[in-house]
């Protein structure tokens, strides 16, 4: 996907650094779905939403920051990101969290590109 030439959707919210926060972006997402129509894969978005928000804390939200969660809506594609400021990027581990292992199974597509600072985890889901 062209993420430069196509049309989008788009809404996004900052939370800090809290565990209550996942919680808050979950229901971020799901009315974000609601107000876009989308009913379809709505479980999944959701899931795939709370372990990206929770890998964010746990391992790329530092002390003092925050983390951003922007949905985009293309033709037939949602698109889920999770922005933090830690360094580096965030891969599949063995041995590691399965929060990635999660997404990588539920999603249709994710990946992590670096930001300055940080990195963005995205994902997606063809609806």
């Known amino acids: 996907m062209n993420l430069e030439t196509q049309p989008a959707l788009m809404r996004d ?3 800090p650094r809290s565990r209550q926060t996942v919680r808050a972006a979950r229901d971020f997402a799901v009315e974000t779905l609601d107000a876009w129509g989308v009913g379809r894969r709505r479980h999944d978005v959701s899931l795939c939403v709370s372990e ?3 890998n964010a804390l746990r391992h790329g939200v530092p002390p003092g920051r925050g983390y951003r969660l ?3 809506r293309f033709e037939g594609v949602v698109r889920v990101e999770v922005h933090d400021s830690g360094p580096g990027l ?3 581990r063995v041995g590691a969290g399965r929060g990635l292992v999660v997404v990588a199974g539920v ?3 994710w990946g992590a590109v670096p930001r300055s600072p940080g990195k963005a985890v995205w994902c997606e889901f063809d609806v």
Do not use: Q
């Open 13 to 15: 919210r900052f939370y």
């Open 52 to 54: 990206l928000a929770t």
């Open 70 to 72: 922007r949905m985009l």
């Open 90 to 92: 965030s891969r599949l």
């Open 107 to 109: 999603a249709d597509r």
